[in-house]
């Protein structure tokens, strides 16, 4: 096993939802640490999908861990990246007209949201 593999298995991949200049949406494409403890006081599921293709921003800073379903989410340049299980959308898109997004596979877009307060540190390293 070489440096890169090594380092690949102490991550999670992770997409990050940020506001850029005027509010407007993008992302990034990175990785979380695997052994990092986050400060959550919470989570909760949900399977609604009644925001499909409907541009929103998020409602607080927060993981989203898909656990079934494929996704294309599209950002407000027309850009676009796929959310499957084993990625982990940190949602921080809090302000402007946020992100759409759509499913791919299925009907069912199950997951859980841990939010982060406002100050706390989503751990993100952007590749």
């Known amino acids: 096993m070489n440096s890169n593999q090594a380092e690949a298995k102490n991550y999670l991949r992770a ?4 506001n850029v200049e005027a509010e407007k949406c993008d992302f990034e494409i990175g990785r979380l640490p695997i052994k990092q ?5 919470y989570f ?3 399977t609604d ?4 293709n409907s541009q ?6 927060q993981y989203v861990i ?18 499957e299980p084993g990625i982990i959308l940190i949602a921080d898109d809090t302000m402007g007209p946020g992100h759409s997004w759509e499913l ?3 009907d069912e877009w199950e997951r859980l949201y841990i939010p982060l307060e406002s100050e706390d540190d989503d751990y993100f390293v952007a590749d």
């Open 49 to 52: 999908v009644s925001l499909q």
């Open 56 to 61: 929103h921003p998020a409602p607080r800073r």
């Open 66 to 83: 898909t656990l079934k379903g494929k996704l294309k989410f599209t950002v407000s340049n027309g850009n676009t990246f796929i959310i």
């Open 37 to 41: 403890h986050i400060n959550a006081n």
């Open 44 to 46: 909760f599921a949900q």
């Open 104 to 106: 791919l596979e299925g």
């Open 15 to 18: 997409i990050r939802l940020i």
